[in-house]
């Protein structure tokens, strides 16, 4: 997913994080691509060092976090470009807004994508990931 902070949907930072907790022993990892692109333009820079400590002590945020790169446009970083150009064709298209959020499958293809508004602990989401982990059968983690 990409996040951002000082939006309106950052609090969904610690549904994922909820998320997360409930199926990591499944395989399960919530990659977090924090960006500004939807910021205004005076707020577009990020200190990754501070976004991190932010996530870690307002959220409990435990799974990783990426450094601050585009999500849209000609610069946007590779991950969004496949996630974008290169999935099947009816989850193809730019990011729309903050906490867009793709279930990628052990094989790398992606296999769903909600929109940001999509609560992380929404019962469509979390359907998608449990029939996700029983397709592909899931080897129980030890933590």
Not at 12 to 24: G, N, P, S, T, V
Not at 78 to 90: A, D, I, Y
Not at 105 to 129: C, N, Q, W, Y
Request: proline share 5%.
């Amino acid at each position: 997913t990409n996040i951002a902070i000082g939006c309106g949907t950052t609090p969904q930072l610690k549904d994922l994080q909820a998320l997360y907790d409930e199926y990591r022993d499944e395989s399960f990892v919530v990659l977090a691509f924090p960006s500004a692109d939807f910021a205004p333009a005076d707020k577009r820079e990020v200190d990754s060092a501070a976004l991190h400590k932010f996530c870690k002590m307002k959220y409990g945020v435990s799974f990783p976090v990426f450094w601050p790169d585009h999500v849209t446009g000609e610069g946007k970083q590779t991950v969004f470009r496949f996630l974008t150009e290169h999935s099947p064709e009816e989850m193809q298209g730019e990011v729309g807004f903050n906490f867009e959020k793709f279930l990628i499958g052990k094989d790398g293809t992606v296999r769903e994508r909600f929109g940001p508004f999509t609560g992380a602990m929404s019962h469509r989401l979390k359907s998608a990931i449990e029939k996700l982990i029983a397709e592909e059968g899931s080897e129980k983690i030890e933590t």
